[in-house]
């Protein structure tokens, strides 16, 4: 954990400079040395809050994490340096340098968010701002579940008062998932009651509209109440919770929670990486998914080295074999196609999509053997939406300010409309939703989450998911070992016995699942 490591250091510092110090100045005089004046002691709780949730969207659901899990999904193909380790398997995905830095910054987050909480609650400096004390709840629950999902069993207890241990033990997934539920049950209690002073400018998600933090909330219910399914006492009440979540969830596009901030200066993370980088190319897993369904996105996300959109590529030989292919290509930049969407430089991250929820919706529905038409009418709107999403992504992309001087991406085709939409949903997908409900579900999810909003992360944890359930839903054409989950990060792994013992030589996370998808930890 950064904060950890940084107090430790200013400790020893202090230590090593204690014997001349004291013997020659006062304590009160020692006090004021060195003391930056310009650099407060404390700060309201509004500002920390901002902070909080630009780094839960750009650092932890978006950053490093869904960068290596859009190569483990196949929406793309680590083709560069690290990239292509993880692509292949070398060293990368077991290491603990390889997500040290989300680690960091996911226990940084909490640790703020914390301090929210903390000011906010009884007793706090800031005690009568509920709604204040609600949100940091919904992303102390948000980025514990992120941080559970992706390391299995961590430290949290004992993880962020230093004043307790340097060395925190590491609390089962099982414990932690309950804290999550916990938190977002008493958010939904505190949110409605108001503040005395507003967050509503520093709210860079949704703006201090205290009605979508609600269906927020919700949203969140019913995502990891279908995460546990596996684990679940109850499957039937619990697949009815999904829904009816949801009924208390975003209505619409609109009320989803995007973070949309990005601009010219502000990248999006997705973009970022691979405009420094270059380290991704086209997957031709995701491209068989279309081709096979004669799916309109087919025409509209994949480029050319050359920025010139492919839109041929089910008929085109040449085209189609500048594909990677997923877990045997070569560590090449420049040569494979990309996909569309490593180029969109001002596209939203998704914490948590309309889309996403439909395509919960029409699982459950379908889970809990609800009438096909139903299921059907559902799965049409995910899917939908799922399209629209991806034309805004492919819209930034064909717009991006950083592109502009090099002459822009080339478009050869025109932005897939409502009637396209309709006819594939009736001609390709519903076909293959009668034929199997649960598998179509499964793979048209796969296909909307293709993008630049961040839900590849989301779409590992649904992976992992329906494996654990016996379902091989979505099939991955890269047949090397798959990662179950993610390494510790080595600013633990070196300083905390706890956590170094649990990692061992990291070579667990092929074989071990997480608790939730039937592991033990």
């Known amino acids: 954990m950064k904060f950890k490591l940084n107090i430790i250091k200013l400790v020893a510092i202090g230590c090593l400079a204690a014997p001349v110090a004291f013997t020659s100045c006062s304590e009160d005089v ?26 839960t969207a750009f650092s932890n659901s978006s950053g490093d994490i869904n960068t290596y ?10 083709t560069h340096n690290q990239l292509w380790n993880a692509e292949h398997r070398v060293n990368e995905p077991s290491a603990s340098s390889t997500f040290n830095n989300s680690w960091n910054s996911i226990y940084t987050t909490l640790r ?3 301090l929210v909480i903390s000011k906010c609650s009884p007793g706090g400096q800031e005690e009568d701002n509920f709604s204040t004390l609600g949100v940091a709840q919904v992303l102390t629950a948000y980025n514990l579940a992120l941080l559970t999902d992706m390391y299995g069993d961590v430290p949290y207890s004992e993880a962020l008062d230093l004043n307790k241990t340097f060395t925190p033990k590491i609390d089962k997934q099982e414990e932690i998932y309950a804290e999550v539920i916990r938190l977002l049950d008493e958010s939904l209690v505190n949110l409605p009651k108001g503040d005395k002073t507003s967050f509503k400018s520093h709210d860079l998600l949704f703006k201090g509209d205290i009605s979508r933090w609600v269906k927020f909330v919700h949203g969140l219910k019913a995502r990891y109440t279908m995460r546990l399914l596996k684990v679940s006492k109850d499957k039937t009440a619990d697949l009815n919770k999904v829904l009816t979540d949801i009924e208390k969830s975003f209505t619409s596009a609109a009320e989803e929670g995007a973070f949309n901030v990005y601009n010219a200066q502000n990248l999006n993370p997705f973009f970022d990486f691979q405009w420094s980088r270059d380290g991704l190319a086209a997957s031709r897993s995701i491209a068989d998914k279309m081709i096979d369904r004669k799916d309109p996105r087919l025409h509209r996300s ?8 492919r839109d041929s590529l089910d008929i085109n030989k040449k085209q189609y074999d500048l594909l990677a292919p997923n877990g045997d290509n070569e560590q090449v930049q420049g040569v494979y196609n990309t996909s569309i969407f490593v180029y969109s430089q001002t596209a939203s991250t998704q914490l948590l ?15 809990l053997g609800q009438a096909a038409t139903s299921v059907e009418a559902v799965l049409k709107a995910a899917v939908t939406a799922g399209f ?9 992309a064909l717009s991006a300010p950083a592109l502009e001087q090099y002459g822009s991406l080339e478009s050869t085709s ?9 006819a594939y949903f009736n001609s390709n997908v519903k076909p293959l939703f009668l034929a199997n409900g649960l598998k179509e579900i499964a793979n048209q999810k796969y296909l909307a989450f293709f993008g630049a909003s961040g839900e ?17 839903l979505v099939v991955l054409k890269n047949e090397n070992k798959f990662p179950l989950r993610l390494p510790y990060g080595n600013s633990e792994t070196t300083t905390n016995p706890n956590v170094q013992q649990a990692y061992g030589d990291g070579q667990y996370v092929y074989s071990e699942n997480v608790w939730w998808a039937g592991g033990t930890r």
Do not use: C
């Not at 899990?69 to 680590?78: D, K, M, P």
């Not at 025109?414 to 309709?422: G, K, L, N, Y």
């Not at 989301?458 to 329906?466: K, L, P």
């Open 302 to 309: 994949f480029v050319s080295s050359k920025w010139v959109q």
């Open 112 to 114: 703020n968010a914390h």
């Open 388 to 396: 629209k999403n991806s034309e805004k992504s492919i819209a930034a």
């Open 353 to 367: 999509s309309y889309h996403e929820l439909l395509f919960l919706k029409a699982e459950a529905m379908q889970r």
């Open 69 to 78: 899990l859009s190569a483990y999904v196949e929406h793309e193909v680590g």
């Open 30 to 55: 020692m006090d004021s040395i060195n003391e930056n004046t310009g650099n407060p002691n404390d700060v309201y709780a509004k500002f920390i809050l901002a902070d909080v949730i630009t780094s």
């Open 456 to 472: 590849s992360t989301e779409m590992y944890n649904d992976i992992r998911r329906w494996k654990a359930l016996g379902e091989d």
């Open 414 to 422: 025109d932005p897939v409309t409502d009637a396209q939409i309709e």
